[in-house]
């Protein structure tokens, strides 16, 4: 699977928007986008998903650039329940694992 | 809640020992995989089985295995353990196994080995 680049921390105000973005301009054109987060002391949680288009759901938003070489994921209200290491994979069509890099640490500030 | 059950939450036992750890799937997922998180390697995949056959090897070391039993539900063997296995090992599961499938993860098992 090829790799991702994100920062390896943010800090966020409570109640404000988040945008963690991701790229990963080695991407091929059967590779899905998968977002993942891992709150402390808990395993990971899956939170969006997607290939060209972008993605809503009750979580977050996915949006992902023409060229599929960077997307971002949009936290519309941070909470403090939303601190944690949020993980931008990429995985193949028909790739069985997911690996994991570093992530970006989140930090929301009350 | 994931609906992904592990057990035992933790573990601690000594070095040369055998652990087996257990995970319940989500219902109607076929589709189980393990994983390892130590502090210097992070998240890394062991293995993974889809309706009881063993699909796919990650980084899984020749004395730990696992099997999927025929009600889907999973076990992870370790044996001759060392101090270097202490890590949570985390199960998920997924409907299929495609690209396309978000993985589910239990609360992990944390193993110590002393």
């Known amino acids: 699977d090829a790799k991702t680049t994100q920062p390896n921390s943010m800090e966020s105000n409570e109640e404000e928007p988040v945008h963690l973005p991701c790229n990963h301009s080695?991407?091929?054109?059967?590779?899905?986008i998968h977002w993942y987060r891992q709150l402390p002391s808990q395993g990971p949680e899956y939170v969006i998903h997607?290939?060209?288009s972008n993605v809503n759901n009750r979580m977050a938003s996915l949006a992902i650039a023409e060229d599929r070489k960077s997307s971002t994921l949009i936290l519309h209200r941070a909470t403090l329940r939303d601190a944690a290491v949020y993980y931008c994979?990429?995985?193949?069509?028909?790739?069985?694992?997911?690996?994991f890099g570093k992530g970006t640490k989140l930090s929301v500030i009350p | 809640d994931s609906g992904v059950t592990q057990t035992p939450k933790h573990l601690i036992t000594a070095t040369g020992q055998r652990v087996t750890l257990r995970c319940s799937p989500r219902?109607?997922?076929?589709?189980v995989y393990w994983y390892q998180q130590s502090l210097d390697q992070g998240l890394q995949f062991l293995i993974q089985?889809?309706?009881?056959?063993?699909?796919a090897k990650g980084n899984i070391l020749e004395r730990f295995s696992a099997q999927q039993f025929p009600d889907l539900h999973s076990e992870l063997n370790l044996s001759s353990l060392e101090l270097g296995d202490s890590a949570l090992y985390f199960c998920?599961?997924?409907?299929?196994?495609?690209?396309?499938?978000?993985?589910?993860f239990g609360d992990g098992t944390r193993l110590s080995i002393l």
């Open positions: 997607g290939l060209t």
């Open positions: 998920a599961s997924s409907v299929g196994w495609e690209g396309n499938q978000p993985q589910h």
């Open positions: 219902s109607g997922d076929l589709s």
């Open positions: 994979i990429l995985r193949g069509a028909g790739s069985y694992q997911l690996t």
């Open positions: 089985y889809y309706n009881g056959e063993e699909r």
């Open positions: 080695t991407i091929s054109g059967t590779d899905y």
